[in-house]
């Protein structure tokens, strides 16, 4: 990219004006901004824990030194205003009604936490009958799998999985999938108090068709829909208005370039009072206000949005041009994989964002979770390839087939070399005879 190109997009980023034409990125300035990254890590695996550019590290390192500098003047005169600029871009970014809707909080974990204490408060108070359903995908993040039991099961409510097909070949598998569950929840005479639907599985990734199972959660008279967006922002279009969802979480840490660790929690503002679970003085205030203040700690993640939001007009098209070019070339590198070694894409081209799941050949081996452990390891020390696997469980009477898959993801700092780098230690493996079996813990 030309460094004195200018992005002169004009149009809006979902309602966020461009302020002024800023200069294009250039490769240079890419590298550079990454350049605390491992060189020799060939990392295709920023849907774990995201990234973070030099300049923002930056930002970040002002707003901690003026807290730092003056903490009392910080907490009553700038804490709360620069929170508020924060929660405004991102309530324009995702096209929510209204700002109270936009609280800023830690990370998905932290979303799911308070909205599924909420949950459990009503199970607990009698207003939810024992038995009343709760519904989520067989594939939401283990660690909201958690949650659902610590908070929803334990208060007495039922949880239902939908069980999702994997690999995966169109939106119509996932809402027959979805409808089936909804039809088994409702058959007992239960009522459906919340699903749970991921916007993009984390394992495997899948982008899944939300907006056409909230509509239907609507139809079939599900109370309340909450989505687990924790990979969303930045990697596929995120419109609160046109989800129609009444709670949905986004990390802002995993694609949207901000430090470890901030997520916005939407709450459409008719559906519930919910509180954060660390309760301080604005407790009562509304959630946004409530978690603007948890005690005293670092806020300063929460306040780079919108030196982000300058970095990513620097390059052509803002977020949206990124989303795009991210994807483009993860299908790219995916079928590149896959046609090296002779498997198939877990899913086509339309349901991954900047994440593909790109099948592993059957001859490593791959039979239980612990061994994509082991394999992931083994990458990791041997061959400096940090990519997460997937272990697919064999259909009765299948024999042969595929039962690990690579998620690998793409942002702006890889390089084609990096998938090379992992597709040859894939074929070396083979050529040498090594199994999952072999490999040690
Ligand atoms: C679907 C999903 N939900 C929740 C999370 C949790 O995110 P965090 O660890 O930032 O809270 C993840 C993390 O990868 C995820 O993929």
Redesign the pocket.
Known sequence: MDSHQENGDTHHNNGVKKQKLTPLISEDEIREEFSHHLKQVSRINN??FGCCPKSIIQAQREWQMRFLEQPDDFYFNTLKTSVLASRTLIKSLVNAEHIDEISLVD????A?AIVLQHFAWKFNEGIYGKGDVVLMLHY??G??KKSMEAYVTRAGGHVIEVELPFPVKSDDEIIKAFRKALMRGKESGSRVRLAVI?H???MPCVLIPVKELVKICREEGVEQVFV?A??AMGCTTVDMKEIGADFYTS?L??WFFCPP?V?FLYSKKSSCELHHPVVSHEYGNGLAIESAWIGTRDYSSQLVVPSVLEFVNRFRGGIEGIMKRNHEAVVEMGKMLADAWDTHLGSPPEMCTSMIMVGLPACLGIASDSDTLKLRKHLRENFNVEVPIYFRPPKDGEVGCITGYARISHQVYNRVDEYYTFRDAINKLMVDGITCELLSN
């Open positions: 849907g774990s990370n998905a974990t932290t799911a939401a993040y660690a909201v991921d993009i599985t984390s687990d924790a990979h990390n840490h995993k660790s997520a």
